[in-house]
């Protein structure tokens, strides 16, 4: 089955850096990349996703690249806030099996 | 639009018993639910994937006996946790998927259980 490895395990930046996530996954079949944002003792929380058609997607200070070829994606957080602080999740499924793999996350903190 | 509700967000209960978890989505239909499970500082662990009107489809290792899911309508779906003991305890939550076809989940915020 899909496995999906998530580094680093935790972040630590000064407010205004970028942070960058990566992950790794093991299932070529996989096409459905999205990342959740997860603050303490609260829901998860879709912020950005990519499908394997599309190289990389952006909103706003959100990015996100995906590479076929090396079974990898990555989160982009560029001028981080402190409110940026939280736990991000990686995910990858195949479309039309429903199932999301998780990351084992990201713990993010933005130091002011 | 798009929300998720649990209910309770926590519940307390003596070893024995059994406590149910209500997931519903608010303003969509959804044909499936998922129900994960997630320790302190760890990621999400699929428990079973809920199918309306069939039965649930659960993931390896998680007892199908103990953790009954009941997918009765496209918005609600429930988890009972039956015999609940102290290491069941943990933080549950689901997520809906709409069906309209995406692969978009939105998560419920979650219940907190404690067994005594």
């Known amino acids: 089955g899909e496995n999906v490895e998530q580094h680093p395990s935790t972040l630590s930046v000064q407010e205004g850096d970028s942070a960058v996530i990566k992950c790794t996954y093991s299932?070529?079949?996989?096409?459905?990349f999205p990342w959740y944002k997860q603050e303490l003792g609260k829901r998860p929380q879709l912020i950005i996703d990519?499908?394997?058609?599309?190289g990389e997607k952006k909103d706003q200070r959100i990015a996100v690249t995906l590479n076929k070829t090396a079974k990898h994606f990555s989160l982009h957080i560029t001028e981080t806030q402190p409110e940026d602080s939280a736990v991000y999740f990686c995910a990858a499924s195949i479309t039309g099996f429903q199932k999301l793999v998780f990351g084992t996350g990201t713990r993010l903190l933005v130091s002011p | 639009g798009a929300v998720v509700s649990q209910h309770p967000s926590w519940v307390i209960c003596k070893s024995g018993t059994s406590v149910k978890i209500e997931c519903r989505s608010l303003d969509f239909q959804a044909t499936t639910m998922f129900w994960y499970r997630q320790f302190p500082k760890q990621s999400l662990m699929l428990m079973a994937t809920?199918?309306?009107?069939?039965?649930?489809?659960?993931e390896q290792g998680v007892e199908k006996d103990k953790f009954l899911i009941n997918h009765a309508s496209l918005t609600l779906s429930t988890l009972t946790v039956t015999s609940a003991h102290p290491e069941d305890s943990s933080f549950y939550i689901c997520?809906?998927?709409?069906?309209?076809?995406?692969?978009?989940?939105?998560f419920g915020p979650g219940t907190r259980l404690t067994v005594l």
């Open positions: 997520s809906a998927r709409d069906q309209r076809g995406t692969d978009t989940q939105y």
């Open positions: 990519i499908r394997s058609n599309v």
């Open positions: 809920s199918n309306e009107g069939s039965k649930a489809t659960y």
């Open positions: 299932d070529s079949a996989s096409n459905y």
